[in-house]
């Protein structure tokens, strides 16, 4: 999924109101003060931004993202099993939210429901990037189901690690792990469903119908839906 990179003023605001979404969140007093801090005019800012912080709060996720690809691709997963690289990204990705509190605020200002399908979309949107930076090269229903079932996973943890007070987060790393067991335990038992032959009458057309669903854009087998392309 492709997003196109900050430009030089919608960085210096995203810089200029850290500070202030901890007092005010991500709202319009936390915008003007951006403005006057950065020196930008209101109606220059405007132009880059065009609902204030809300656009803001969404760049903040965004370039979360980009940093956890970052350290992805440098990280070496070779000797890891493939749960424990999923893990690995999400404790990368909340590594690289940076301040906690833009975090929460973010999350409150999301929960809202006029925003509610907008924060859907970014926790999908980190979903899919993990999945790409990890290889998924999936074109049926199973580009869906895996970034459906990590949204949920990762939209879980993000909660439990905001209350999460212990030395190094370590009771967020024993919920990670938990959840991550809870996804191999799906995807076990939806194995062993497969495989059975007094079900096969049941799941051989429910194959043939997710076989016809494709992952959107994909018309080449190069081209990996949803993949990360770098500005």
């Known amino acids: 999924m492709h997003h196109p990179a900050p430009d030089a003023t919608q ?133 869906y189901t895996k970034r459906a079932t990590l949204s949920a996973v990762y939209g879980a943890v993000v909660l439990y690690w905001l209350g999460d007070t212990t030395p190094d987060h370590s009771a967020t790393d024993a919920f990670i792990d938990r959840r991550i067991e809870d996804v191999m335990r799906f995807e076990k038992f939806k194995s062993a469903v497969n495989d059975n032959p007094l079900l096969k009458p049941f799941t051989v057309p429910l194959g043939k119908l997710a076989g016809q669903i494709k992952a959107p854009g994909r018309s080449r087998p190069e081209d990996v839906p949803g993949r990360w392309t770098r500005p």
């Open 11 to 143: 960085r210096k605001l995203l810089d200029a109101i850290g500070p202030h979404v901890a007092f005010d969140g991500w709202s319009e007093e936390a915008f003007r003060a951006a403005c006057e801090e950065s020196g930008i005019a209101p109606d220059e800012a405007r132009l880059h931004c065009p609902r204030g912080a809300i656009d803001l709060a969404i760049l903040f996720h965004r370039e979360g993202d980009q940093r956890m690809i970052e350290m992805l691709d440098t990280a070496d997963l070779s000797d890891m099993r493939f749960r424990d690289k999923v893990g690995h990204a999400i404790r990368l990705r909340l590594q690289a939210s940076g301040d906690k509190e833009a975090v929460r605020r973010g999350t409150t200002l999301f929960a809202l429901p006029h925003m509610a399908p907008e924060g859907s979309a970014l926790i999908w949107g980190t979903a899919d990037a993990i999945w790409t930076a990890l290889g998924d090269t999936s074109d049926d229903a199973n580009w």
